[in-house]
Structure formats: C-alpha cells, structure tokens
C-alpha cells in the first residue's frame, strides 16, 4: 500500500514537471521568436533612416523615403498596428540626422496560456548625412598643369597597402577589401553661369592628362616609377599567390563623363556624355588629350556640375593622371586657367607625390553652413617620408595639428567648427617623399543642397 502511495506521488510530480517543463520551452520559444523579430525590426529601422537621411534637408522626401523602405521590409506604416515614426534632428543639436523608430505588436504563441497574446515590438536607428567638401584637385599647383601632386588610381589587382584603399578588390593578403568601391572616385566639373562670355564660346572641352598606364624610359632612372617631369605611372606587381593575379600588369582605367541633371546630390539621374578607356599606351603618355565625345555645348546641357567618373577594371599598377576643362583650342594655343572652370573632387581624393619635401596643400572651400558642426579629414597610407601635417583655415586664426597614418592604414583628424565660422579655404601642410600615394577624404556635419555627401548610421 505504501509503495503504492509512492508511485502516485512520482506520478504526480513527473506530471506536474511535464506541465512546468513543456511552458518553459513555449516561453523560451516565444522569447526566440520575439528576437527573431527585433532583429527584422532593428534592419527596417536602420534601412530606412540610411534612405530618409539621404534626402535631407528635404524633410518631406525623407519621410517618405523612409516610409517607403520600412514597407519594403515588413514594416508598412499604418497596417496591422504597424508604427513608423520619422524625426529630423532628434535631440536639437545636429540638423544632419534623421530618426526612424518602427514598432509591431508581435503575438505570443504559447504564451497566451498564461494570459499573455501579444507584445508590443520596437527598434530605432539615427543616420547622419556628412556633406563631402570639394577637394582641390591641383593642391597648391595651377589649374592645368603638372605640379608636385597628380592625381592616380591603382588597378583592382594592386597591394592595398600601396595607398589605395577603394581601387583594390584584395587586402595584401587575397582576402575581400571591404573599403573597395567598384564606382571608384568622382570629380566635380563646375561651369559657371559666364561660362559663355568669359569664353566667348558654349564649346567645353575636357582634358585629361596621361590618361594611360605606360611610363618611358626618358629622363632616367627605373623606368617604373614616376619622377615627376618624364614619368607619372608606377608599374607594380600584385601581391603573390593567394592573392588574385591580374591579366596584365598595366592598368585599364575607364573614364566616364556624365551631366549631373542639376541634381548633384543625386547620381541616379545623372546623363551619359562620353565613356573612354587606356591602357597601356604610350600615344597618350605625358600629353593631354581630349577624349572622343569629352567636348560638349553647354546649349544642350547648360552650365552647372557635369561629373567625371573615373575607376579601374584591370591591373595592378599605379595610374597617375590630372583633369582639366575649358574652350577648345587650336595648334599650340595655351591653356588658359581663368576661363571660369573649376575641378574638385567629390568628398574623397586619391593622390601621389611626386616630389620630397613640404608642400602646402589646398584642400578645398568649406562653407559657413557647416558652422558648429565638426570637419572629419580622413587620411589612408601617409607612410613615405611622411614627418607631419598641419591643417590652416584662412578665415580662422591659429592651426590644427593632424595625425600621419601608417602603411595600409587610416587616420582621421576631428575639427571641431565655430558657431560663428564665416566659410573659408583650407590647406593642409604636408612633409612627405616622392612616390607617396593616398587618399583623403573630407566631410562636414552639416547640410549642403549643393554638394553630394555620405550617410551612416550613428546609433
């Protein structure tokens, strides 16, 4: 009888264990199900304060904007409980940022046994526009001819570590570049609206220099390498095997001329004019050339932003060039750099000294809008030689030290602006060596409906 007792007990509590154990896995399942959730909700989130920053400072766009691709993933506004909140300038202080919040309520499966259905599922995501300042492309040079800095562009086969960090396809060692841009760098070509009567023509011509990847042996010394007067390319290997092996050594760099549509923030849009290749070729070694179709009428288009869109397809070598635009000429006539045009490069600049020593370096103009904001110079492989760089604004007294960056390697500088910051032009001064490649980019937290920019999520 009493054993009896006992396998009753056992029995009981074996049930009521059973019961116990059976709602602790259907909690553990809803509570799965309920972070499977937050994660879908934290990438709407995030997805769609990325797409509504981008159309800042255009509050409206950019709500809709963001509506739009919170419905594109499982969140539309409106349906089923589902809240999109959308906020510009979330906390008072950064006009640049924009807040997307979206929420579900998510039902419990199991739950509900207990008197629990449903729970309420939220996630936030800020994304900040930096708008990219327009960096000289001739430095401290003039406007059409060759200086101590080119311009230059490594083929997607090159060591990353040679101081192009979103031409190569490869870090050094084969694995993924994760910087690596298959759009690679674009350049500003601004017309001004007197284009026409400083000129006296509609005619545009735009020039590019050594366009190619081919180096002569004039002027002496190894012939692979710039110097500067006779020689602006490197020819380099790829790095060994594992790493990814090009077809040829000698780098193809494509060239792509585009009307901006008078929307510059927004590539999209943009109009085709002219595409053009060089490789290795020495015709165009050392000269200027207009490029078939590079010359245009500003009656068909009309004076404003026209992009130059340069990137490379094969090589690994180093391809050093410069840009210029203007009226066509004739015969011998001279370039003449007051005819109103000017080249920038959007946001970010690949470059390569040609010459040991300091040099002054004009980075570009950044505007009174972005006071009280902060200016970020990023800096990518400043290792040759490289002793020190000192940034000046010449409508700020004082200077700013900045950080070298090592082999392979970024470094950026924070400049924190003045509520009352009037806009001026600053230069950066750089002691380096001959041969040193890299590349700097430039953003300001601000809003600038004339430049393009960058978004990234803050938080």
């Not at 430095?139 to 083929?155: A, T, W």
């Not at 006296?200 to 081919?214: A, R, S």
């Not at 009309?302 to 690994?316: D, F, H, K, Q, W």
Request: aromatic share 12%.
């Amino acid at each position: 009888m009493e054993l009896s007792k006992r396998k009753g007990t056992v029995v009981v509590y074996l049930a009521l264990f059973m019961v116990a154990f059976l709602i602790v896995c259907a909690l553990v399942t809803d509570i799965g199900f309920l972070y499977y959730r937050r994660a879908q909700a934290q990438k709407a989130a995030d997805l769609s304060a990325l797409a509504g920053a981008s159309r800042l400072p255009d509050e409206f766009a950019a709500r809709a904007v963001a509506l739009e691709y919170a419905a594109r993933n499982g969140y539309p506004h409106g349906v089923n409980g589902v809240v999109v909140e959308t906020m510009v300038n979330p906390d008072g202080e950064h006009p640049n940022w924009f807040l997307v919040r979206v929420s579900r309520p998510e039902p419990f499966f199991f739950a509900s046994i207990l008197g629990l259905f449903n729970r309420r599922i939220s996630a936030a995501a800020i994304a900040e526009y930096q708008t990219a300042v327009g960096i000289d492309v001739y430095g401290m040079g003039e406007y059409g001819v060759l200086g101590p800095v080119n311009l230059s562009v490594f083929g997607p086969y090159a060591y990353y570590s040679y101081g192009d960090a979103f031409s190569t396809r490869w870090l050094d060692d084969g694995s993924p570049n994760p910087r690596y841009n298959e759009h690679g760098y674009d350049f500003a070509i601004l017309i001004p609206e007197n284009y026409s009567a400083i000129n006296g023509t509609n005619m545009v011509m735009v020039e590019i220099f050594d366009p190619d990847c081919y180096n002569s042996s004039a002027g002496g010394g190894n012939p692979n390498n710039a110097n500067g007067t006779t020689r602006v390319d490197e020819i380099r290997t790829a790095p060994p095997l594992p790493h990814p092996q090009p077809a040829t050594v000698y780098t193809t760099t494509v060239y792509t001329l585009y009307w901006t549509n008078g929307t510059p923030r927004d590539l999209s849009d943009d109009i085709p004019i002219a595409q053009v290749s060089y490789g290795y070729d020495s015709s165009t070694d050392m000269k200027w050339v207009a490029p078939p179709g590079f010359t245009f009428n500003l009656a068909t288009y009309g004076p404003g932003m026209y992009r130059l869109n340069v990137r490379t397809i094969e090589g690994s070598s180093e391809n050093g060039f410069l840009v210029r635009a203007g009226p066509p000429r004739s015969g011998n006539e001279p370039f003449n750099p007051n005819n109103g045009t000017k080249i920038i490069a959007v946001g970010r600049i690949p470059i390569n000294f040609n010459t040991s020593g300091t040099v002054e370096i004009r980075l570009g103009y950044v505007p009174d809008s972005a006071a009280g904001g902060k200016l970020y110079i990023d800096k990518f492989d400043t290792d040759v030689a490289a002793v020190s760089v000192t940034y000046k604004c010449d409508a700020l007294p004082g200077s700013w030290p900045g950080k070298l960056a090592g082999n392979g390697l970024w470094e950026r500088d924070i400049i924190e602006l003045p509520a009352n910051y009037p806009g001026g032009i600053w230069t950066a001064r750089y002691q380096a060596g001959v041969q040193d490649t890299s590349v700097w980019t430039m953003y300001y937290t601000r809003i600038d409906e004339g430049m393009p920019g960058t978004i990234r999520l803050v938080e």
